[in-house]
């Protein structure tokens, strides 16, 4: 059975948008919730193992916001809009360097994290971290002056209807 296009655009698309989601919410989580547990609970209510569950539970969040977000969108949107959009992400280098940043830091976290906390910490909420980490370093390093090189996104003409 064929897929078609327009259906795997915005499967595309929903894909991109839950990552970017899982990665806006697992870097805005941490500095929230420890500012929410320090001011409501105070410091003695803080721990390792609550944070890490606050990050991994954000970026859950967040996955499932930007992947609803964008199959919204999607879905109202005309076929050549979607085309469109699906051609431009994949050509944007930028974030493609963020995706590369990203996934590294969240695999060596997501091993790091257990490994460190070994009595003190869950499993999971190391990735978030790691994911967090690596956007932080993929916008120091376009700060810093290395930017991701440009790419040249080829023209894709659209069928006419008669």
Not at 106 to 127: D, E, K, S, Y
Request: proline share 6%; with cysteine; net charge positive.
């Amino acid at each position: 059975m064929a897929v078609q296009p327009h259906f795997a655009d915005v499967e595309f698309l929903v894909r991109r948008s839950m990552t970017k989601g899982y990665r806006l919410f697992s870097l805005l989580t941490p500095p929230a919730y420890t500012a929410f547990v320090l001011v409501r609970k105070g410091r003695a209510h803080f721990s390792i193992n609550r944070f890490l569950r606050a990050t991994w539970i954000g970026g859950a969040a967040g996955c499932a916001a930007g992947g609803g977000f964008e199959y919204v969108r999607s879905a109202n949107s005309s076929e050549a809009t979607v085309r469109n959009r699906h051609i431009r992400s994949t050509y944007n280098t930028s974030s493609l360097r963020e995706d590369d940043h990203s996934t590294i830091g969240a695999l060596l976290f997501a091993v790091l994290t257990p490994a460190i906390f070994w009595r003190q910490a869950m499993v999971l909420g190391g990735a978030g971290i790691g994911s967090s980490i690596g956007v932080l370093t993929h916008y120091s390093r376009t700060l810093t002056g290395d930017p991701s090189p440009p790419a040249q996104v080829p023209e894709i003409p659209t069928p006419s209807t008669r």
